[in-house]
C-alpha cells in the first residue's frame, strides 16, 4: 500500500461529443495539466487514456540519508503511479472516468473535474 501522501482517485466528468471525439478533447483540454505533475501517456486507443508516473518513495530517500553510504542503494527502488481514463457515452454525450494514484493535493484538484463539465466548442476537433 502506497504512503498517506498517495491517494486513490475515482471520478467521472461529463464530457460533449461521441466517446472518440470527448477523448481527444479531454486529452487536449487536460494532458499539460497532468504532465506538469510528472505523468505521461503510456498507453491509448479510440476511447482509453494511461498516464503513468515513476517515483522514488519516501521511504526510499529517509534510508538513503540515515543509512548513507550504504542507503543509496535504496534510491534504485522505483514505484508507478497511474491514472487511467475510459470515455462512454453515445453521440451527443460521453462521461470520462478517470482512476488511479496520486499525490494527495493533485488528488483533490482532479475530484474538482468531478463538477466540472468539458464542452467541445463547435469546429476544434474538425478534421
Do not use: H
Amino acid at each position: 500500500m502506497q504512503g498517506t501522501r498517495w491517494q486513490v482517485v475515482q471520478i467521472e466528468q461529463p464530457v460533449d461529443g461521441p466517446p472518440t471525439e470527448a477523448k481527444i478533447a479531454w486529452q487536449v483540454a487536460y494532458t499539460g495539466w497532468i504532465a506538469t505533475r510528472g505523468y505521461r501517456i503510456t498507453a491509448q486507443t479510440d476511447t482509453t487514456l494511461t498516464y503513468t508516473r515513476t517515483y522514488v518513495p519516501a521511504w526510499a530517500i529517509v534510508l538513503a540519508v540515515v543509512v548513507f553510504p550504504i542507503g543509496l542503494i535504496a534510491l534504485l527502488v522505483r514505484r508507478e503511479a497511474v491514472l487511467a481514463v475510459a470515455f462512454s457515452g453515445d453521440t451527443n454525450r460521453s462521461t470520462a472516468s478517470l482512476v488511479g494514484t496520486a499525490q494527495r493535493p493533485f488528488a483533490k484538484a482532479l475530484d474538482l473535474l468531478d463538477s466540472r463539465p468539458l464542452s467541445v466548442p463547435p469546429g476544434v476537433l474538425a478534421t
